[in-house]
């Protein structure tokens, strides 16, 4: 047995909050949004995919944002989107890590992300 990685990460959103991940996801991050398949959209939330990035939003009744535990998305042009992000109002947090530029970003949400892109 061997695991091979990972197909995508699920985050959870509150009941209505599709067009404010749509314009987060998809606006800001540049992530498509993906249909759902119909069995699993009647429930909510959305998905947001490349060909290398999976995101899924999955609507949680009682919900309560991930602050510490956060998927961590390799970005090329991380000036650029810290830059767009912060124009849009998003409070942006540099940190450091060896061989990396990285911050972290709340989603609508108050979910944690980390924006990180390698060092040349």
């Known amino acids: 047995m061997t695991i091979v990685g990972i197909d995508h990460v699920q985050l959870a959103m509150p009941a209505g909050g599709e067009d404010e991940a749509r314009r987060f996801y998809t606006g800001l991050l540049e992530i498509p949004e993906r249909p759902k398949p119909s069995e699993l959209a009647k429930r909510g939330g959305a998905w947001f995919e490349n060909d290398a990035v999976k995101v899924h939003l999955g609507v949680e009744a009682d919900f309560h944002p991930a602050r510490k535990a956060h998927p961590a998305l390799l970005v ?42 390698p060092l040349a």
Do not use: I, Q, T
């Open 76 to 117: 090329y042009g991380l000036d650029a989107l810290v830059a767009r992000l912060r124009h849009a109002g998003v409070k942006v947090l540099e940190d450091r890590l060896p061989g990396y530029s990285r911050v972290y970003v709340s989603d609508p949400f108050g979910n944690r992300l980390e924006l990180m892109e």
